[in-house]
């Protein structure tokens, strides 16, 4: 069986061909929320490089912006300041309509709430953002086929989630994710609401994932998640604070 | 002949289609009860009395369904008719049919008892003893014309016959007074109150409906959907729903108006036709509830679809 997404899915090239700029580039990102009691600053001035097939855990106490940096990595959220390129492309000049299209087809998702649709199948979850990106019906079957295979619930496509455990609703999610062969995956405590033998075949699915060609981004508490990223960036107050020495991808914080 | 009841003469209201009787609107008790004999009613009492002391067939008249079953008569009695309330002179007649009034929306309440007599006989019945000329004359007298846009032609070219003679139309111009006119403004008016109210209720319910998938849009959002194309999702689904809707609508009216006019036609005891659904009726429901479906689906929508994705999937 084919990888979800490889190199030659004719995509883009790999972390090291050189020539192509990085899936996701962010240069001092900065959020702020406009609350009642005044603004809360959830980001200060966060830059991050992300080369294709890299993986990257995110850490950190809650509340301290991780899921507010996957949002904006994610074009889910715009930065109040800062600048994020995806693929070279400029995000804060997007339009929705462009931010969404990116979403679509160059990003995926994974939360630890699953977020699939209560009234749909396991293969129509799939199957849908397929079918949004306008990919024809028999190359919809064929990889949404081959992704529930790739993700061991071909016997249950036609389950509908509320008949589908944690685990195999996080992973009909990576599946649904992974559907129109994203460059990055970005995962929000995918294994939160998992007990640990699940979140381990969750886990390991991640890993298979990154090593067929995904870029993965994964905010998470979950210490076996992180250690198996390459890249581990512990973030504090809005702030990321180290990162790992053997990455060949620089994070920094801005004015660090 | 010991008259113990009479029916009290109400009032000439107007004469009937066929020209040859008049009619007479009864009191709605005009049958005093006769106390020889309950069991067998009044009306009848009257009748065999009358029947036994008649030596001549009595002139015939028609009488109400209403005034029929009020009193317990039937075709082929007897009757006595007074034109004083107290049933002085009185004058027999013979019951040789019955008929349904002509519905009237102003006498919704009042009962139609009343009876259509030969002009000649409600001439007799009305004239004074005491003048001479009374059964020569008549103060007034309606006239039923086949159509009422003639009324004032009619009333001008009598007036030139018959100098002296005052001939008005009784029946007010059709587009301003006519009670179905009136009714059918009011009926608007209720429509227009009901399609405002029932359009405040359309938004607020489509927005409780709208919010109970805030998740799935925002799902939707996340993983890509444009807003443009939820919103053409949800347009979609809202023509469809207010199609089927306003087509059930019409379906179950049509399907329920002969309960609802056999209900109040019993409460009411009338013929008056209360609900009625026409062509015109239909496509209008239809013209005015498919888009105002279609916009509150939209307008309810769109207060979801302009908040952003995290504040959509945020629990």
Redesign the interface.
């Given at each position: 069986m084919n990888p979800p997404n490889t190199p030659d899915d004719g995509r883009r090239p790999t972390a090291g061909a050189g020539a192509a700029p990085p899936i996701v580039e962010a240069a001092g990102l900065t959020k702020v929320f406009p609350m009642p009691a005044g603004p809360v600053v959830a980001l200060r001035g966060v830059s991050l490089r992300d080369d294709s097939g890299e993986s990257i855990a995110i850490t950190g106490p809650s509340g301290c912006g991780k899921s507010t940096l996957l949002?904006l990595l994610g074009c889910?959220?715009t930065p109040t300041e800062g600048s994020l390129a995806i693929e070279g492309r400029d995000a804060s000049r997007l339009s929705?309509?462009e931010r969404?299209?990116?979403?679509?087809?160059k990003i995926g998702?994974v939360?630890q709430?699953f977020?699939?649709?209560p009234?749909l199948t396991a293969w129509e979850n799939v199957e849908?953002?397929q079918s949004?990106?306008g990919a024809p019906k028999t190359a919809r079957r064929a990889r949404t086929r081959e992704l529930l295979d790739y993700v061991g619930l071909a016997d249950r496509a036609g389950h509908k989630p509320s008949q589908l455990s944690g685990g195999e609703m996080q992973r009909v999610a990576i599946a649904?994710a992974l559907a129109?062969r994203p460059l990055l995956l970005l995962a929000d405590e995918p294994t939160g609401e998992l007990d640990e033998a699940t979140g381990e075949q969750i886990v390991e699915l991640f890993d298979r994932v990154n090593r067929d060609g995904t870029t993965l981004v994964v905010v998470t508490h979950n210490p076996i998640l992180a250690n198996r990223a390459r890249r581990v960036l512990p973030m504090r107050s809005g702030r990321l604070i180290m990162e790992s020495p053997a990455s060949s991808i620089v994070a920094r914080e801005e004015g660090a | 002949m010991s008259i113990r009841s009479a029916l009290a003469l109400f009032g000439l209201t107007a004469l009937p289609p066929c020209a040859a009787f008049a009619v007479l609107s009864l009191a709605a008790s005009p049958v005093v009860p006769a106390a020889a004999n309950e069991a067998r009613g009044p009306a009848a009492d009257i009748s065999a009395q009358l029947a036994a002391s008649s030596p001549s067939d009595p002139p015939g008249v028609l009488v109400s369904r209403q005034l029929l079953e009020e009193s317990g008569l039937a075709v082929g009695e007897v009757v006595l008719f007074s034109a004083d309330p107290r049933g002085a002179r009185p004058a027999p007649f013979r019951i040789v049919g019955s008929y349904e009034p002509r519905p009237d929306p102003m006498r919704l309440g009042s009962k139609r008892l009343e009876a259509r007599l030969h002009l000649p006989d409600l001439i007799a019945l009305m004239a004074d003893p005491s003048d001479p000329l009374a059964s020569e004359s008549v103060a007034s007298v309606n006239v039923a014309l086949h159509d009422r846009k003639d009324a004032a032609k009619f009333s001008s070219d009598l007036i030139s016959r018959m100098p002296g003679l005052i001939a008005t139309p009784t029946a007010p111009p059709p587009d301003e007074a006519d009670p179905f006119v009136v009714l059918e403004r009011f009926h608007l008016a209720i429509a227009i109150v009901t399609v405002i109210g029932s359009t405040a209720f359309l938004l607020a319910l489509m927005a409780m409906r709208a919010d109970e998938r805030r998740e799935t849009v925002g799902i939707l959002r996340l993983i890509g959907f444009t807003r443009r194309g939820i919103l053409l999702e949800v347009l979609v689904e809202g023509l469809f729903i207010a199609v089927a809707g306003a087509v059930f609508g019409v379906l179950f009216a049509t399907a329920t108006q002969g309960i609802v006019n056999r209900f109040f036609q019993w409460r009411y005891d009338t013929a008056l036709v209360f609900v009625r659904v026409t062509a015109p009726i239909a496509a209008r429901c239809i013209v005015f509830a498919v888009p105002l479906g279609v916009l509150a689906g939209l307008v309810a929508s769109w207060t979801l679809l302009r908040r952003d994705i995290v504040a959509l999937l945020r629990r």
């Open positions: 949002h889910v959220d929705d309509f969404s299209r990116i979403r679509l087809t998702f939360f709430r977020f699939l649709l009234m849908l953002p949004e990106a649904r129109n | -």
